[in-house]
């Protein structure tokens, strides 16, 4: 059965790009094991074809040197929020290598999934990569939103990224949630933490949100309740700068959005 890489915000299928018959062998090996995948081997020309693959969302897979990709893929690259993961490996499949999204894009879990598909070794750079990160999740929904709907959005933005109810640490939201009996329930069915922060506390994470509603700013006063929530509370338990695992999704009446942070070392020896 061929394996799914969870834990990826990008969609989109996986291109294996080869340029040797060793990396091409690899390429087809790899391509068994992984769903949505397609080999290009040898694409003509490189350069703009490999561009193309980047630009049209595709998470991409090299069995080449590193220098021949960030030559090629320079020019598109735009930000580490937005572009998708990139991974590289060598052609006798030892080492799998995350060049592009590490933590932003999920190369970094990425690289270590393909790497238990070879047996072969990630080879994680950026930093804190060894270190258990703790998951938020943040929410936001209109009055009265029923306990059932809201735990079937948290249970499928968890599916979408591979995550279990126990990986969880806590629920949060906006101070004027403070009372909200389906969230409140929630937490206590789900034996979670419920918090909430007040508009001054979320706008301090504004600038890493992956949407902003002038709607949700007039009414509020934040952007987005449920990414702002997450962001800040795995800020606040970790004393460490914060990320969207699961940018926001919702339902008519509710919105879900996960975060992670990686402890610092003051954290991990409490």
Known sequence: MKAQMSGLKNSQGIRIIALTEAGHRLA?????????????YKPQPFTEQVQQFFQQGERLIFICATGIVMRSLAPVIQDKHL???????????????????????GANDWAAQVAEL??????????????????TVGMG??????????????????????LTLEKIDSISSIDIKADEVGLISLAQKLNKSYQTWDKHQLGTVEHMLSTRSDYIFKTVGVYGV??????YTAQQATGESAELLLNKHKTSKAT??????????RVEDR
């Open 28 to 40: 087809l090996h790899l391509q068994s094991q992984l769903e949505y995948a397609q080999v290009s």
């Open 83 to 105: 572009d998708p993961p990139v991974l590289v490996l060598d052609e006798l499949g030892q080492f799998v290598i995350p060049l592009l999204s590490g933590h932003e894009g």
């Open 141 to 162: 929904c209109e009055r009265n939103c029923p306990e059932e709907e809201l735990e079937q959005l948290l249970l499928n933005c968890l599916e979408q990224v591979g």
């Open 256 to 265: 879900c959005a996960i975060a992670r942070s990686y402890p610092g070392k």
């Open 226 to 231: 449920a990414e702002s929530a997450a962001l």
């Open 118 to 135: 070879l047996d072969a070794q990630a080879v994680i750079t950026t930093a804190k990569p060894y270190l258990k990160p703790l998951y």
